[in-house]
Each structure stands twice: as structure tokens, then as C-alpha cells.
């Protein structure tokens, strides 16, 4: 099954399991979600459980908050993430914090589902990939599937979370990749990276839709003679340090990829984080290979912008030769 | 009630005049308990606020939003909610906390700066303050977009500034409450003054109370230095959300006797006699004579009462006082459910700071 189907069969799952879980967003309910993740679960569980609400992003993440307050486990859809802006306020001044500042009284155990990221020749505001803006705010857990199976379980233990989780979905991997996907509900646990091809002399770290770049990258490398470690985040924050820093350790050399732009990126994170508790076991800087720091280009200029396997496959080349 | 005053027309509800004369029509003839339970709340409320003022001005307290003028509509909109409701307070509220049982000792511990005074007791249905204007406004509807989904038949009282109706929030949760149906009620204290905006730089409606009509739900302004037309308004009003009846807007016309904060300067944007003016008003001289005519109110009533407000008072400063800053684990406790590693390193590199002498 694609993508869009793993992430409709968690939302299924979830509502029919657990009484407590409300699915609400902008053209959700009878339209079915503008990339048909929520096809059909109108019809099956009603608009008492699937609200179609007004066009008002703030209104959507801020009733969310307030329906957490009544016992209720939302799954808020924003239609893009180029569109989560007007939330911005809902989210970082009272989701991210109302369990610091009520001490524990108010939580907000909500799913924030959005589409993010370029590749699918959208208009402007539809290929917007800021997921740092999220990992710099305490409280939030930021996630991001690169498989229809990583999606169904990642999104029922985010649904399952007590703290307010921000989901994104490749948008470009919706439909990309079928995979068989297992009927009953699983878990993919949160805050756990994973290294999907194992490797011996560089560390190739993204997320998301660069990880189908990684393992385009990995393919070239491999004729070249260069064994490459495949490292998939997953949870982009709190980050999973330990795997990170393990996979560094035993290669010695890591690139990561990001499709954001550069500057103040996750991947200057990764790198400091890396050089903090690793250093002594490089042999090579750590490199980014990322979008530029532009705005998204739009439909014809697209491939110039997020980062293509050539690019990393020179990045791989450096730190060999370094 | 509601209904027969009708913002576009301009008519407002009161039932005490400035002597404190009631309309007979309206009162709600409440008993004598009420009347003076209401009174004793108003009165520790004012005494509760300038002891706040006093302490921020002794640099015992931070920065501080009084409450000074606002008692009638704080202590009335509180009195009229049963235990069932939910309130969603703005940050100039005191009055209402006093009314609804939020322990004192919390309330100054919160604006000296410490968020064990946002521990809300279990027993209250009531939400966190919220800074950001307006914003609460969302998180009200919400939750009564919940009680429709649950059946709860639950109120949602929500309260604001005239400040707060240019906010996006404003549009966005009234607009929602009107096509969700919520059992909302949203109260405007409009005291005239966003900082050192007045309200007519706020919005080029005549009445706050008549943007209800654009949302589809009634609206009625209200004399905010009036407790009973406050109380009579929100019971009103929260009857109506809880048997299913819907949103309404209330506005609650009054003013801001302090400045805007503890941090402002009102005298740079506002006259002194307008203040003046409205001191002539004050709500809790309005419920006094009103309680007097009915024969509630004496001298030695009244002594008891400030008495006990003072102690009240003198008691719940002295236990804030006495509750030490959060520790370093207290403060890093509540990001997450649980401590991520990486947060628990971060927590292990402040203790060494610390221990190290780090202040």
C-alpha cells in the first residue's frame, strides 16, 4: 500500500480503537483530505469523529488544545505546511508549553498532521520543508516517516503520545512506493533512529523523502567502493543521540542531507552534535549537503533546489578523500 | 433578557445605576447570602490587588496586570458560573479567581514568578492564564466543541479584552463557535484600553457586542461596573450554552482605573480627569450602596469584611513567600512527559553549573 493508504488505515485504527482519538482539518470529512488520507473515514465513523472545521489554521490548533482539555486525543490536519504559519502562535505559545506551565494539569497529546517538502511541481507555498522552525521550540516532538510502514506505526505511537507531536509527511512519498504493510495496528517507537543499510566508511544521515536520495546515493557509492551507513532520523527531535553518534563512531564520516535550506538547518545541529561527542573519531568533516538558503523555486526549477544524489555522491567523495 | 437589549440600537443592560439604585424590573433579587458573599469577593479582590501593586512596587512581586476597576464584572461573571463550567481566563482576571476558590497563596505566587502558582487545583475547572491576546479564545471553543462531541452539556466561559477583538483568534473562534454551535460564552471586558490604545483605534464597530450579529449568535453589552447586570447576563448566557442554546457574546462596558501593567505609565496617553471620572464609578461603591438600600450592608459588616480580606490577604503572601524557587528538576520536569536523554544530559550539565557556583 502507498503512503497516503498507511497513514488513512492508522487514522482507521486509531479512531475505532480508542473512543477519546477526533480527526479535524480543512476538507477532511467528505472530500476526504486534499491527498485522500482521510478517503472514506467520514463515511465510516461520522462528523462527530471526523470534523470538517473552517478554513482557519490557528482555529484548528488552538480548538485542538482546548479539546485536549476535555479529555480528547485530536489529529489535526493542516492542509500543507506551507499554510501551519497562521498556527505558529497556538502552537509555540500554548501546545509546545501548557503541560510546563499548568505543572502537569493540561497536557496536549495532539497529532499535528501536514503535508511538507518539495517534488511535486505545487504552487508556491506548497513545498515548503521548515521543520527546524519546529525542533527549536521545547516540548515539541517532531517526526518525519519515510516508509507507508514507518508511517502507519509512527503515526499511531504520535497519536498515542501524551506530548504534542508535529507529523510530517513527505509529500512527494505519498504515492511514490508501495510496500506491504501489515493490517493490525503497530508501533514504530518515537525518539529511536534507525540505520536502514549498514556501512563501514561514511555515515549518509537524512530523513523523509532524502532517504530515497540516500539510497540512490548509496547505489553509486557502492560501485565506486565505498561502503555507506544509511541512517533514517525518524524523530526529528528530542533526537536520538545515542544512534547518531554510535553509527558516527564505527564510520568516522558523516553527510547529512536535508531538503531546508542551510542556514540554522537541523543538519548544524547534527554536525555540532556530532563534533561535541565525536570528534576524536573523524576522519573528515562532517558535510551538509542541503537546499540553498532561497525560497523554494517553483515548479520548472525544482530539481535545482533540494538536494540530488550527484550532489551527495560529491560530498561522499570528499570525506573519502579528505 | 439578553435578547431585549439590543447592541445596534445601543442599548445597554444595567441594573444598578452610579447611586446604586436598581431596577426593580431586573433585579434578579438575589438573597441576602449572595449579596453579601458577592460583596465580600469584590472587597478582597480590590484588597488582594493592591496588596499585589504594593509588593511589585517593593520589589517582592513582578511585573503586575491589576485588576482595579474590573471587580464588578470579575466577581460577577464568577458568581453566576455553577460548578459544571469551564472558565478560560484571560491575565486580568483576579477577580474571578477569588469568587471560583483559586487559592490565593497561588495567585501571588504566580506574579512573583513562579509557576508552581499555575498549579490549578483538580477541583476547579478552570485553564491556565494566557498571554498572548486572544489566543485563549480557541481553546474555549474547543472545549466546548468537545462537550457538544461528549454530550456534556458543559459552559465554556471565556473572558478578553477590547484588546483582544483585533485578533485574528477573536475572528477564528467566534466564527467557529457560530458554525460548531458550541456552548460558549465570551466575555469582552472592555475597559476601553489596550495599553495606550482606546478602544476606537481597536475596531470602527459602534459596540463590541454587535459582531456577535456577523457570527450568527446574539451579542449584548452589559454596564461592567455593574455586578448584577453581569451576573444576570452570564447566568443567562450560560444557561443558553448548556441546554444547547449556543454561542453569545457579552460585552462588558468598564474602564481601566490602573495602568496598563505595573511596567506602564498611563499618564502618557490618557487624562487624569477621565480617570477621575470613572473612580466616581466604581463598582464596588455601586454594589455597597445597592446593598445598604436593602438593609445588607452595616457598619460592622463591612469592618469584618475588610478584616478578613486583610488577613486573607496577609496569609497568602506570607505562604508564597515562604515557597522556595523551583529547582532545577522542577523546571526542566514538565517539557515532556518523560525526560528525553538529551534533556536529561542538558539537566545534569545545569546541576554541575550550579554546584560550581554558577548563579
Request: include cysteine; aromatic fraction near 8%.
Amino acid at each position: 500500500m502507498t503512503m497516503a493508504q498507511a497513514i488513512n488505515q492508522a487514522l482507521a485504527k486509531e479512531i475505532e480503537r480508542d473512543s477519546s482519538v477526533v480527526i479535524l482539518g480543512e476538507d477532511i470529512g467528505l472530500n476526504g483530505g486534499v491527498f485522500r488520507a482521510t478517503e472514506g473515514l467520514f463515511d465510516k465513523f461520522g462528523p462527530e469523529r471526523v470534523i470538517d472545521t473552517p478554513l482557519a489554521e490557528s482555529a484548528i490548533i488552538g480548538m485542538s488544545l482546548g479539546m485536549a482539555a476535555f479529555g480528547l486525543r485530536p489529529v489535526a490536519e493542516i492542509q500543507f505546511m506551507g499554510f501551519i504559519y497562521p498556527a505558529l502562535n497556538q502552537i509555540i505559545s500554548h501546545v509546545a508549553r501548557i503541560r510546563n506551565r499548568s505543572r502537569g494539569r493540561y497536557t496536549a497529546p495532539l497529532t499535528i498532521r501536514t503535508p511538507y517538502g518539495a517534488g511535486v511541481r505545487a504552487l508556491e507555498h506548497h513545498s515548503e520543508s521548515t521543520e527546524a522552525l519546529f525542533c527549536q521550540i521545547p516540548g515539541l516532538t517532531v517526526v518525519v516517516p519515510s516508509t507507508p510502514y514507518d508511517a502507519k506505526g509512527l503515526l499511531l505511537a504520535s497519536i498515542r503520545s501524551d506530548d504534542p507531536v508535529i507529523f510530517l509527511e513527505p509529500t512527494r512519498l505519498y504515492r511514490a512506493e508501495k510496500q506491504e504493510v501489515p493490517e493490525e495496528g503497530y508501533i514504530v517507537p518515537l525518539r529511536q533512529a534507525q540505520v536502514v543499510q549498514e556501512g563501514t566508511d561514511v555515515t549518509l544521515i537524512a530523513w523523509g523523502a532524502m532517504m530515497d536520495v540516500l539510497k540512490r546515493t548509496a547505489e553509486f557509492a557502492q560501485s565506486s567502493g565505498t561502503s555507506v551507513e544509511l541512517l533514517d532520523l525518524k524523530t526529528l527531535c528530542p533526537l536520538d543521540r545515542e544512534t547518531i553518534l554510535a553509527s558516527v563512531r564505527k564510520t568516522g564520516r558523516a553527510v547529512i542531507v536535508h531538503e531546508a535550506p542551510r542556514t540554522c538547518g537541523l543538519g548544524a545541529e547534527l554536525a555540532a552534535l556530532i563534533s561535541e561527542h565525536a570528534l576524536l573519531n573523524l576522519e573528515a568533516p562532517v558535510l551538509r549537503v542541503t537546499a540553498p538558503d532561497i525560497t523554494v523555486p517553483l515548479a520548472k526549477s525544482e530539481e535545482k533546489y533540494y538536494p540530488q544524489p550527484a550532489q551527495v555522491m560529491q560530498a561522499v567523495d570528499r570525506v573519502m578523500r579528505f | 433578557m439578553i435578547e431585549r437589549f439590543d447592541p445596534l440600537r445601543g442599548e445597554r443592560l444595567q441594573i444598578l445605576n452610579d447611586a446604586g439604585e436598581a431596577r426593580a424590573d431586573l433585579d434578579p433579587g438575589l438573597p441576602a447570602l449572595t449579596l453579601r458573599r458577592i460583596y465580600s469577593d469584590l472587597v478582597l479582590t480590590r484588597t488582594a490587588d493592591i496588596k499585589a501593586f504594593n509588593l511589585q512596587r517593593q520589589g517582592r512581586l513582578g511585573t503586575y496586570a491589576s485588576s482595579r476597576g474590573h471587580e464588578g464584572v470579575q466577581v460577577g461573571l464568577a458568581s453566576a458560573m455553577v460548578k459544571d463550567d469551564w472558565f478560560f481566563p484571560y491575565f486580568r482576571d483576579l477577580g474571578a479567581y477569588v469568587t471560583l476558590g483559586f487559592p490565593l497563596r497561588n495567585f501571588f505566587l504566580y506574579w512573583m514568578g513562579n509557576e508552581e502558582g499555575m498549579r490549578i487545583p483538580e477541583s476547579l475547572r478552570v485553564f491556565t492564564i494566557a498571554i498572548p491576546v486572544g489566543s485563549q479564545i480557541l481553546h474555549a471553543v474547543g472545549a466546548g466543541l468537545a462537550s457538544n462531541l461528549r454530550k456534556l452539556h458543559r459552559a465554556v466561559l471565556c473572558t478578553f479584552g477590547d484588546g483582544a477583538t483585533s485578533e485574528g483568534d477573536f475572528h477564528e473562534g467566534l466564527n467557529a463557535a457560530g458554525v460548531f454551535k458550541t456552548p460558549n460564552v465570551f466575555l469582552c471586558v472592555n475597559n476601553q484600553w489596550a495599553i495606550s490604545m482606546p478602544r476606537k483605534r481597536q475596531t470602527a464597530s459602534a459596540t463590541i457586542a454587535q459582531k456577535a450579529v456577523a457570527y450568527g449568535f446574539p451579542g449584548v453589552q452589559v454596564d461592567g461596573n455593574d455586578v448584577l447586570a453581569v451576573f444576570v447576563a452570564v447566568k443567562e448566557a450560560m444557561e443558553k450554552a448548556r441546554t444547547g442554546g449556543g454561542p453569545t457574546l457579552i460585552e462588558a462596558f468598564t474602564y481601566r482605573l490602573a495602568d496598563h501593567t505595573t511596567a506602564d505609565d498611563a499618564t502618557r496617553y490618557r487624562s487624569k480627569a477621565d480617570v477621575a471620572e470613572w473612580e466616581k464609578r466604581d463598582p464596588i461603591e455601586r454594589f455597597r450602596l445597592y446593598l445598604k438600600a436593602k438593609g445588607f450592608w452595616t457598619e460592622e459588616f463591612e469592618k469584618e469584611v475588610r478584616e478578613k480580606s486583610a488577613a486573607a490577604v496577609e496569609k497568602a503572601v506570607e505562604e508564597a513567600e515562604g515557597v522556595p524557587a523551583p529547582a532545577l528538576d522542577e523546571i526542566f520536569a514538565y517539557t515532556f512527559k518523560e525526560l528525553p536523554p538529551g534533556l536529561a544530559g542538558q539537566l545534569a550539565e545545569a546541576k554541575g553549573a550550579h554546584r560550581g557556583g554558577g548563579r
